[in-house]
């Protein structure tokens, strides 16, 4: 009964992945057959992590994506469980209203969301700015300036995703039961013991699985990078999907670009699995 359903992800999934490990241990070009690939072993993982120019921009966009991904889910999952707190109280009117708008943004293309947010960005014309102007604050670089331009796009991510997160949250809360809370409230503990106490124990779960959603949404992006900045400004946001797809398809070393698609996949299956060695390791204690 699961054959057809299991035939389509061999054959949309695993021949992809599969095909990808295979030609990141041969030099091809992408604007050739496959059967052009020629084998050279271990040279593109060697090149990748060499001191040569391929290493150094693959280094980078890899520093890049670790902080973008980093920055992304320390910012996400604290301010999701803010938000749900403050939708999910039954006295708070206009919570359901609340939790539709944030979830809207994230039902917004990022494509979209990307265009947008680079007019928001303009550094004369932009709202942004300009509001920054009303209460006595310069303009700022954002998306100009190296120093400033990687974060501006994890605050765009951020923006589009915290809504999906929030739901996740809520879904997380309805779960925990009321009599627990007015125990809580017996034993004479205020909000803030009530929430580290039992709201963030009883969190751990949608927690873990918020936090692991967020590392792959963070590492996959791609949008924002190619449509706003391409990379710039001085490859402050060239992150690993951009400069997979510029190695790949704009430079046309396939056997490179598979070889970093493959880094990719490890280092993220390695931050997954140890996550979850790190929750079960917590649950123990």
């Keep these: 009964?699961?054959?057809?359903?299991?035939?389509?992800?061999?054959?949309?999934?695993?021949?992809?992945?599969?095909?990808?490990?295979?030609?990141?241990?041969?030099?091809?070009?992408?604007q050739t057959p496959f059967h052009t690939a020629r084998w050279v072993g271990l040279r593109n993982y060697e090149d990748i992590f060499s001191n040569i120019s391929v290493g150094r921009d693959f280094k980078t966009a890899l520093r890049n994506t670790a902080i973008y991904t980093a920055l992304s889910v320390v910012i996400l999952l604290p301010l999701s469980v803010l938000l749900g707190l403050l939708v999910y109280q039954r006295n708070v009117r206009g919570g359901q209203f609340l939790r539709t708008i944030l979830f809207a943004s994230y039902m917004v293309p990022m494509i979209a969301v990307a265009l947008v947010w680079s007019k928001l960005y303009a550094p004369t014309e932009g709202p942004l700015n300009q509001i920054l102007g009303w209460v006595g604050i310069g303009p700022q670089t954002w998306l100009a300036a190296p120093q400033t331009a990687l974060y501006s796009l994890v605050l765009l991510n951020v923006w589009q995703q915290i809504g999906y997160f929030t739901v996740l949250a809520v879904a997380g809360l309805?779960?925990?039961p009321g009599a627990l809370y007015e125990a809580a409230r017996i034993d004479g503990a205020n909000p803030v013991q009530s929430f580290f106490g039992v709201t963030l124990p009883l969190l751990r779960r949608t927690l873990l699985f918020s936090t692991v959603i967020a590392i792959i949404n963070a590492v996959q992006v791609f949008e924002p990078v190619a449509l706003i900045t391409q990379g710039g400004p001085a490859g402050s946001t060239n992150v690993l999907t951009f400069h997979i797809r510029r190695i790949g398809i704009d430079r046309s070393q396939g056997g490179l670009s598979s070889a970093m698609a493959v880094t990719l996949m490890l280092a993220l299956i390695v931050t997954v699995m140890a996550i979850f060695a790190m929750n079960r390791r917590a649950e123990k204690q």
């Design 174 to 176: 309805t779960q925990i």
């Design 1 to 30: 009964m699961i054959a057809p359903a299991a035939g389509l992800i061999g054959i949309f999934i695993l021949v992809p992945m599969g095909l990808t490990v295979w030609l990141s241990f041969h030099d091809w070009s992408t």
